[in-house]
């Protein structure tokens, strides 16, 4: 009898577990939603044109729901979408059924377009205005070969670019493009379709302006190429205020600090890169109940530190979590500062989610770049700039960041040459942000500096080049070491995107001196305990690669 | 007839006229381009050219650099008759280093013919700005040309790097040079 009751009374208790345990599971609704595998070939003639139709299907297809996700290469930049995919399987309960054909995904999404545009592939741009059309009028884009691909699924013509653009300069067409479609297209953001041109053209994150009915466009802003530049600030400064410029500048026609200096004059937002895929489905996933961002700190926000006589070294990934290290081998042998895209708070929620739990205690989230979104705060408008930097306090308070992140190219030379703030820029960031622990700065090296109170401002010693040899590098942070003599040292160093953190663990196993590797977070409160470096702004003697644009 | 005594000062003091006088290695002059695979790899730069001019005891070396777009040309000039104090001395740097010149510094340099003439030697006290101020480096070069006057091999020792920085350039045919 006894033997039975225990055996009634374990029997409920493994009922009743078993339940709370499909109760946990299922919190999040099970989800249905299907997924292609795309391959590295993004050429013109070769398999652009229909992952450029497929990725404007996607963007249709995810209006309403999350409906189609694309897997990349791991070769491919952002190397994310293969984890998230998992991700999404386990956390979210998303039931994945895979598309093997573009005729396949036509069959399944035909219904979310009303009909295709042809865009000229003798003509790059106007690529970009059939995705704007696409966004607009629930058009797929096609090439004339894929005609008879989506005509087979009843959709209709609704434009032919073929022909139209034909000798026309980007201006031109882009001009015409704004005639026809600015008026109602999105001003809470514009797609700057820009990065691979010619005869390779990567639009990824193309599903993600056809969703917003956004303006598609690859304008330079190039003071060498005024009638583009002057159409490109006349769109920027018809966005509403807080806008985001989403995709990446063109290669060859500008350069990317001559393009985030000209939208950071506007005081608006950029987020990239042209190739960063799956917004549209991203964007539709809110965090998992009971989500709460809890940061790995290693120190307390009010707590202080006393410096050794010792070389304090700290690493910083930036360059967006996406297309860094993190998947890579290694991750979590060396501490390292991540600089957080603070703007997948509103667009990948499940991605941020997905770093913050696959986190180490070695791995540390910082804000960045520079506030709400990249830009270069030397070119902020005063006046835009506290609006700017709320937003940027608000995300980082959710995502549990304490460090903030800044770089400001506009006067580099790529990653080279003077990467400086001025006083004035210092100045707005200290008043700002008091609640953080410290400011770093740079991308390549860099000579800002400052102590105010207890919030240091560390400009990057060295930047790890991840071509260059590691016996090198080794010899150039002793160097470093050699040269800053004085103890404590605070050498703080940026790590590339690609970089391979085991190599980095065998150069710091040959380090000379009393060095010590530690955590951003007490790197910057040994910092503030003995300024054994010098505050300094950009001297406005010092070279500037780029003059900047003339006033309007 | 002179005493031993003084045949010996005399004779020290032709050999040490001689030194002084030794004359440049003509072969050093010209356009050299910069061998990667056999180089330590520069840092920042793509491409190096380095263009030595003689005239006299005047040494003009000029430092052709690329990196994508971006062109450089620095010229460092000395004298190996007397050191010079040069208000822009350029060092093959790593770029990705927060190492630069320092703003209104000075350099000191040395420049002479050493091994018969055959290689230059060049000694130089820069100052740099680094995170924590301005600070000097010690700079020792020589620049030594291969038998056959093809190949240049720059050698450079640092007082703040233990490992010296090797670079190896091949001579650009005088026609190909213009």
Same mark, same amino acid.
């Given at each position: 009898?006894?033997?039975?009751?225990?055996?009634?009374?374990?029997?409920?208790?493994?009922?009743?577990?078993?339940?709370?345990?499909?109760?946990?599971?299922?919190?999040?609704?099970?989800?249905?939603?299907? %997924?292609?595998?795309?391959?590295?070939?993004?050429?013109?003639?070769?398999?652009?044109?229909?992952?450029?139709?497929?990725?404007?299907?996607?963007?249709?297809?995810?209006?309403?729901?999350?409906?189609?996700?694309?897997?990349?290469?791991?070769?491919?930049?952002?190397?994310?979408?293969?984890?998230?995919?998992?991700?999404?399987?386990?956390?979210?309960?998303?039931?994945?059924?895979?598309?093997?054909?573009?005729?396949?995904?036509?069959?399944?999404?035909?219904?979310?377009? @009303?009909?295709?545009? %042809?865009?000229?592939?003798?003509?790059?741009?106007?690529?970009?205005?059939?995705?704007?059309?696409?966004?607009?009028?629930?058009?797929?884009?096609?090439?004339? +070969?894929?005609?008879? /691909?989506?005509?087979?699924?009843?959709?209709?013509?609704?434009?032919?670019?073929?022909?139209?653009?034909?000798?026309?300069?980007?201006?031109?067409?882009? &001009?015409?493009?704004?005639?026809?479609?600015?008026?109602?297209?999105?001003?809470?953001?514009?797609?700057?379709?820009?990065?691979?041109?010619?005869?390779?053209?990567?639009?990824?994150?193309?599903?993600?302006?056809?969703?917003?009915?956004?303006?598609?466009?690859?304008?330079?802003?190039?003071?060498?190429?005024?009638?583009?530049?002057?159409?490109?600030?006349?769109?920027?400064?018809?966005?509403?205020?807080?806008?985001?410029?989403?995709?990446?500048?063109?290669?060859? @026609?500008?350069? +990317?600090?001559?393009?985030?200096?000209?939208?950071?004059?506007?005081?608006?937002?950029?987020?990239?890169?042209?190739?960063?895929?799956?917004?549209?489905?991203?964007? &539709?996933?809110?965090?998992?109940?009971?989500?709460?961002?809890?940061?790995?700190?290693?120190?307390?926000?009010?707590?202080?530190?006393?410096?050794?006589?010792?070389?304090?070294?700290?690493?910083? &990934?930036?360059?967006?979590?996406?297309?860094?290290?993190?998947?890579?081998?290694?991750?979590? @042998?060396?501490?390292?500062?991540? &600089?957080?895209?603070?703007?997948?708070?509103?667009?990948?929620?499940?991605?941020?989610?997905?770093?913050?739990?696959?986190?180490?205690?070695?791995?540390?989230?910082?804000?960045?770049?520079?506030?709400?979104?990249?830009?270069?705060?030397?070119?902020?408008?005063?006046?835009?700039?506290?609006?700017?930097?709320?937003?940027?306090?608000?995300?980082?308070?959710?995502?549990?960041? =304490?460090?903030?992140?800044?770089?400001?190219?506009?006067?580099?030379?790529?990653?080279?040459?003077?990467?400086?703030?001025?006083?004035?820029?210092?100045? =707005?960031?200290?008043?700002?942000?008091?609640? /953080?622990?410290?400011?770093?700065?740079?991308?390549?090296?860099?000579?800002?500096?400052?102590?105010?109170?207890?919030?240091?401002?560390?400009?990057?010693?060295?930047?790890?080049?991840?071509?260059?040899?590691?016996?090198?590098?080794?010899?150039?942070?002793?160097?470093?070491?050699?040269?800053?003599?004085?103890?404590?040292?605070?050498?703080?160093?940026? /790590?590339?995107?690609?970089?391979?953190?085991?190599?980095?663990?065998?150069?710091?196993?040959?380090?000379?001196?009393?060095?010590?590797?530690?955590?951003?977070?007490?790197?910057?409160?040994?910092?503030?305990?003995?300024?054994?470096?010098?505050?300094?702004?950009?001297?406005?003697?010092?070279?500037?690669?780029?003059?900047?644009?003339? @006033?309007? | 007839?002179?005493?031993?005594?003084?045949?010996?000062?005399?004779?020290?003091?032709?050999?040490?006229?001689?030194?002084?006088?030794?004359?440049?290695?003509?072969?050093?002059?010209?356009?050299? =381009?910069?061998?990667?695979?056999?180089?330590?790899?520069?840092?920042?730069?793509?491409?190096?050219?380095?263009? %030595?001019?003689?005239?006299?005891?005047?040494?003009?070396?000029?430092?052709?650099?690329?990196?994508?777009?971006?062109?450089?040309?620095?010229?460092?000039?000395?004298?190996?008759?007397?050191?010079?104090?040069?208000?822009?001395?350029?060092?093959?740097?790593?770029?990705?280093?927060?190492?630069?010149?320092?703003?209104?510094?000075?350099?000191?340099?040395?420049?002479?013919?050493?091994?018969?003439?055959?290689?230059?030697?060049?000694?130089?006290?820069?100052?740099?700005?680094?995170?924590?101020?301005?600070?000097?480096?010690?700079?020792?070069?020589?620049?030594?040309?291969?038998?056959?006057?093809?190949?240049?091999?720059?050698?450079?020792?640092?007082?703040?790097?233990?490992?010296?920085?090797?670079?190896?350039?091949?001579?650009?045919?005088?026609?190909?040079?213009?």
């Amino acid at each position: 009898m006894k033997r039975i009751f225990s055996f009634l009374i374990l029997s409920c208790l493994a009922l009743t577990l078993r339940a709370e345990t499909e109760t946990t599971l299922t919190a999040t609704p099970a989800r249905e939603a299907y %997924v292609m595998h795309f391959d590295l070939n993004w050429n013109v003639a070769g398999g652009l044109p229909e992952k450029a139709m497929l990725i404007s299907l996607q963007g249709l297809a995810n209006r309403t729901a999350p409906n189609l996700y694309v897997i990349h290469p791991k070769e491919y930049q952002w190397e994310i979408t293969q984890p998230l995919y998992d991700y999404y399987e386990r956390k979210y309960h998303v039931h994945f059924t895979p598309l093997a054909t573009a005729d396949a995904a036509l069959t399944q999404f035909k219904s979310a377009a @009303k009909g295709y545009v %042809v865009w000229d592939k003798k003509v790059g741009a106007s690529l970009n205005v059939a995705f704007t059309i696409a966004g607009l009028e629930d058009a797929v884009v096609v090439s004339e +070969e894929l005609i008879p /691909v989506v005509e087979k699924h009843g959709l209709k013509k609704i434009d032919d670019l073929r022909g139209r653009y034909t000798g026309q300069t980007d201006a031109q067409i882009y &001009q015409d493009a704004v005639n026809r479609y600015w008026s109602r297209t999105n001003k809470d953001a514009v797609m700057m379709m820009g990065g691979h041109r010619g005869a390779v053209m990567m639009p990824g994150m193309a599903d993600w302006g056809v969703r917003q009915k956004m303006f598609f466009h690859d304008l330079a802003a190039n003071p060498a190429i005024p009638a583009e530049l002057a159409l490109e600030r006349k769109l920027l400064s018809q966005l509403n205020p807080g806008a985001t410029v989403f995709g990446w500048h063109p290669y060859g @026609k500008d350069t +990317e600090e001559q393009h985030t200096t000209l939208i950071s004059t506007y005081g608006l937002k950029m987020e990239g890169l042209h190739n960063l895929p799956n917004l549209s489905f991203n964007c &539709q996933f809110t965090f998992t109940p009971g989500f709460k961002f809890t940061n790995h700190h290693h120190v307390d926000r009010d707590a202080k530190l006393v410096a050794g006589q010792k070389v304090y070294m700290a690493f910083v &990934q930036s360059d967006s979590i996406g297309i860094g290290v993190w998947t890579k081998p290694g991750r979590g @042998k060396l501490p390292f500062a991540w &600089q957080v895209t603070m703007n997948w708070t509103k667009f990948s929620p499940a991605a941020l989610e997905y770093f913050h739990e696959s986190a180490t205690p070695n791995d540390y989230f910082i804000g960045g770049l520079s506030g709400p979104g990249y830009m270069y705060p030397n070119h902020i408008p005063a006046d835009k700039f506290p609006l700017l930097m709320k937003e940027a306090n608000e995300m980082m308070n959710m995502l549990d960041e =304490r460090v903030l992140e800044i770089m400001d190219n506009s006067a580099a030379d790529g990653n080279l040459g003077n990467a400086d703030l001025t006083k004035e820029t210092v100045d =707005r960031y200290y008043k700002a942000f008091p609640n /953080v622990i410290g400011f770093i700065n740079g991308y390549g090296p860099a000579r800002t500096r400052d102590l105010r109170g207890s919030q240091p401002m560390i400009s990057y010693d060295y930047y790890i080049n991840p071509r260059r040899p590691r016996d090198e590098v080794t010899a150039d942070l002793n160097e470093l070491i050699a040269l800053n003599a004085k103890r404590p040292y605070f050498l703080l160093v940026h /790590v590339r995107e690609s970089n391979d953190v085991n190599s980095l663990v065998e150069v710091t196993k040959r380090l000379e001196g009393p060095v010590e590797i530690v955590p951003l977070d007490v790197f910057l409160k040994l910092a503030a305990s003995n300024q054994t470096y010098t505050t300094r702004y950009q001297d406005p003697e010092e070279p500037k690669h780029f003059a900047g644009f003339p @006033k309007e | 007839m002179m005493t031993s005594f003084k045949k010996i000062l005399l004779g020290f003091v032709l050999a040490l006229a001689g030194v002084a006088a030794v004359s440049a290695n003509p072969a050093l002059a010209g356009r050299w =381009r910069l061998d990667p695979a056999q180089s330590t790899a520069l840092d920042g730069w793509s491409t190096l050219d380095l263009v %030595v001019s003689l005239d006299g005891s005047k040494v003009a070396l000029r430092h052709e650099l690329t990196w994508g777009a971006t062109k450089a040309t620095e010229t460092n000039t000395l004298d190996t008759a007397a050191p010079v104090d040069a208000a822009k001395y350029f060092r093959i740097e790593a770029r990705h280093m927060a190492v630069y010149p320092a703003k209104g510094g000075v350099t000191h340099a040395t420049a002479t013919w050493i091994d018969s003439g055959k290689t230059l030697r060049i000694e130089a006290t820069t100052p740099v700005e680094v995170s924590q101020g301005i600070v000097p480096i010690r700079l020792y070069s020589e620049y030594r040309v291969s038998e056959l006057g093809d190949v240049l091999t720059v050698i450079e020792l640092r007082s703040s790097r233990n490992r010296p920085l090797v670079y190896v350039f091949k001579k650009v045919p005088a026609e190909a040079a213009k």
